[in-house]
């Protein structure tokens, strides 16, 4: 090797050491040992039948996670950010005209995704923490005619579950599709995408479905597909192109796949697992809500809770997140993570947080 | 639930069921143990110190692998498709001019990237199989004055390692960034990033480097960072925005990090331990050519061939791609599958097949 060259770092001399802690903020979870099993199977190909198999169940469970019959249904390969860009990349066109509700942070990415691909964006703004009304809805679409409108179903930044029922009704009434972000809330809040009118949905593997991240479920209604394979233009991303992945998820009805790109086979085997669990639960047992927000404390300074509680009981919960930054605490308790036991830990560890931790006279 | 609800999958009551299997295509490869275990530790935050710690180990591995100094070294959510578009898109403006080699398929997408985000391509094209020479880059270079340059160093679908000295001091002399995609090749073929002028460069964690797919290291050199931290517009993806992807990866010199997307932990942690491995082992064993391309055998059908070595030995070699479709079979083999008895096998299994597949009279 020559003067220059890099040589092999002290620290991968280090073996991996991986503490055990309650995930309890609004995600990632913890993700059951059952699922992690299943992440460590053996490699496959990304074009073997067996794997071909595994996505045709990953699509069924999302059919039935999202309560839908679209076969436009699939799991991207990336996190619910890479959902939200395929649901806008795909669905707009330069020019076109996007309305996103803004009340938290959601809505203001979805409003920069499509501003970068040089659609027309307007938002509707609620404080954080509040909602939009059917009538303000209605008056933006009927002012702004835009093609796609945005909203997130669990506002995850504020602890908002925005009702759903009729807005889909009106989109469809002035031509828009009606996208819906439920990352946070997904399996943990009822949501019924065919019945509520929804056209393009998605959620993220790492929160109430307790895998790891790195793969996002979404889907997409006949309405949707009708405008996205009708597009002038090629969507800017190909690895996101809906007719790619169309085809390397059978969806396209063609008899033969075309090579698009390397799933991640391991968090297909993790996410098919954490699916199973899905299916054979009883009815509504996991719909709790998915994400608490707490005020926070007067008086204390919130970094000094968390802090307690990471230090003391190893315990993860979160302060707010962009507009609630300092305003709240935020408490996930998903899927696995949803039981009795859980809730009565997080109480004990505020309450003996608010006695040890520090508190100005105010 | 009404009647037009989605019933759990009966596909999901049976286990996972995951055969062990031979990977000696062009990739994805056979995932050691070690980091198959190492992937399934349990999950911890993505904002946690100790993922800090873990992203910063692969940041040095990477380093180490790719030979460079860089700061902004990293390792992408996605695969090798999503770091050829995560270059493209932060380097490339619409308007500007591209030039892509395309001697196999990988030239061909990365063409298409280009395009869709409105950049001016020009490509020049040499046979599959053949490689370019510096007075053609040279003499491209000069007439299409692009901002970037694309070459494939291991073109798996035609079997080609393409020189790389030389070309890296071309490209500055004509005020161009040098890109580099070693997918197939990296760690399997000597390549220096720093001493042979690339700007950026990236690979896949599931190629040699024996990881599963789903992350995708990257690199980009201070000339690069310059170009891309000076666009007058916004790149059109928020997800692959090097300036989020240099704060959530410590790379900007920030003394804090701020959400950009959930990482995928697990992944994290079957990369980090893929690179230990290569950090501990001595000198230049991995480097051994990684896809060795062969002539289809005339009169026989490839498929056949294929499909018998998979029937009989439980292994995967694979046909052409793109190109070499029907052409040729492409044997992977890599890291940790390439050992002499794995050769002696893929050779037993080659000739077992021309012993017993149908042969035309020819």
Known sequence: MSSTAVAPPACLRRPLVVPRRFMFGPGPSNVPPRILEAGANPILGHMHPEIFEIMSDIKSGIQYLFQTKNSMTLALTGTGHTAMECAIFNAVEAGESVLTAVNGIWGERAADMAERIGARVNTIVAPPGGCFSLEEIEKALSKHRPVLFFLTHGESSTGVLHPLDGIGDLCHKYNCLFLVDSVAS???????????????????????????????????????????????????????????????????????????????????????????????EVGDSARLPTVTTIVAPPGYDWKEITAYIMKTYNLEISGGLGPSVGLVLRVGLMGCNSSKANVDMVLTALKNALKHCHKSRV
């Open 186 to 280: 997904m399996g943990g809040a009822p949501l019924c995408m065919d019945k509520q009118g929804i056209d393009i949905l998605y959620t993220g593997s790492q929160k109430v479905l307790n895998a790891p991240p790195g793969t996002a479920p979404i889907s997409f209604s006949d309405r949707a597909c009708q405008k996205i394979f009708n597009r002038k233009t090629k969507p800017v991303s190909f690895f996101l192109d809906l007719s790619w992945l169309a085809n390397y998820w059978g969806c396209d009805g063609k008899p033969s796949r075309v090579y698009h790109h390397t799933g991640p086979i391991s968090a297909f085997y993790s996410l098919r697992e954490s699916l199973c669990i899905l299916a054979e």
